[in-house]
């Protein structure tokens, strides 16, 4: 029997802007899962292509990732993360953890 594979997936909806060779794109991250993100871009990206990725986090802070494209259906990117510094990892599940928590508060 197949086992089912089983995520969680966070809607950010955070501005980004997605480096790809020489090309600077904007783009907005819709959401995370334990793998990866989804992003909508009009960059010119291709299934197996590293790229880098800076979401603006909040006002303050930013968040950089380079991430493998896994998923293409134009707009949508899916990508797995392969590489970000501890710093950046830090501010992002700070980000996550506040998220989370303002969205529990919410109910």
């Known amino acids: 029997m197949k086992e089912q594979v ?3 997936r966070i809607g950010i909806e955070r501005p980004g802007r997605l480096h790809h060779g020489l090309e600077v794109v904007d783009c907005e991250v819709l959401d995370l899962t334990e793998k990866g993100l989804q992003l909508r871009t009009h960059a010119a990206v291709r299934v197996g292509e ?16 380079a991430l493998v494209v896994t998923y293409l259906r134009a707009p949508y990117v899916g990508g797995r993360i392969v590489s ?3 710093e ?3 501010r992002l599940v700070s980000f996550l953890e506040r998220s989370i928590i303002d969205h ?4």
């Not at 590293?50 to 990732?65: E, I, K, T, W, Y």
């Not at 529990?104 to 109910?107: A, E, L, M, N, S």
């Open 6 to 8: 089983q995520q969680f």
């Open 84 to 86: 970000m510094s501890p």
């Open 50 to 65: 590293m790229v880098q990725l800076d979401v603006m986090l909040d006002s303050c802070q930013s968040a950089r990732c």
């Open 104 to 107: 529990v508060v919410g109910f």
């Open 88 to 90: 950046h990892k830090a």
